[in-house]
């Protein structure tokens, strides 16, 4: 079965720095999200992103943050400075349109430690 | 915002028992999803229901919705071991996008 991949599994960074995570989505959906996940706390919605531009996002989802579809098959999320309270699971989903309630496909998650 | 709670937050049940898991979300939406989480992975969708009374059924869970009263429950039967995990639900709106807002979790562990 198609799978959403996320790499790294845990990426460590010094706080100021930029991160990128990387994404590659299944290959016919057609929407894609990042969420974020803070230790033993619930989900949250960061953005969502269709047809190269972003259709949502929360209010999480603030200037240090950014998204791109740079080829055809990675979806990224970049924080350019990164804090302390940026450490988190990352997930990146997708789905194949919007229609009728498809569910999200979630990848394996990128765990974000900033020290 | 669109507001999703779940209870309990934290479960511990005997194998062989059944259990209820519910969801309740503040706004309109007859969309609820259900995802499982175990430790340190990813959510696997467990089951979308579209539909004002839709039940669905897979194993020992099963998931229904009451758009009326806002509300979804996860129903555990005869839980084993295999089912310790954290449960989600997840709603959409058509008035909030295509983002989904999920609940607080249901960590269940089944004890043998």
């Known amino acids: 079965e198609p799978e959403v991949t996320q790499t790294p599994s845990h990426q460590v960074t010094q706080m100021g720095q930029e991160v990128i995570l990387r994404c590659v989505p299944i290959?016919?959906?057609?929407?894609f999200y990042w969420y974020r996940q803070i230790l033993g706390q619930k989900v949250e919605f960061l953005v969502s992103?269709?047809?190269?531009?972003?259709?949502?996002k929360s209010e999480i989802f603030d200037d240090q943050f950014s998204v791109e579809r740079p080829d055809g098959s990675n979806f990224t999320l970049k924080i350019r400075s990164t804090k302390l309270e940026d450490s988190a699971m990352y997930f990146c989903?997708?789905?194949?349109?919007?229609?009728?309630?498809?569910?999200?496909?979630f990848g394996d998650g990128t765990r974000l430690s900033i020290l | 915002e669109l507001k999703v709670e779940q209870n309990p937050l934290f479960l511990s049940m005997q194998e062989g028992k059944n259990y209820t898991i519910y969801c309740n979300y503040s706004?309109?939406?007859?969309?609820l999803y259900w995802y499982r989480q175990d430790p340190g992975k990813s959510l696997e969708s467990l089951f979308v229901?579209?539909?004002?009374?839709a039940v669905k059924q897979e194993g020992r869970l099963m998931a229904s919705l009451d758009t009326k009263a806002r509300l979804s429950t996860l129903h555990i039967t005869a839980a084993v071991h295999d089912l310790s995990a954290t449960y989600f639900c997840?709603?959409?709106?058509?008035?909030?996008?295509?983002?989904?807002?999920f609940g607080t979790g249901t960590s269940l562990t089944v004890i043998p």
């Open positions: 992103f269709y047809n190269n531009e972003i259709s949502e």
């Open positions: 997840a709603v959409d709106s058509p008035n909030t996008g295509n983002q989904f807002y």
């Open positions: 229901l579209l539909s004002n009374g």
């Open positions: 290959s016919n959906h057609l929407y």
């Open positions: 706004t309109t939406s007859d969309r």
């Open positions: 989903a997708s789905s194949r349109d919007r229609v009728m309630g498809q569910p999200q496909h």
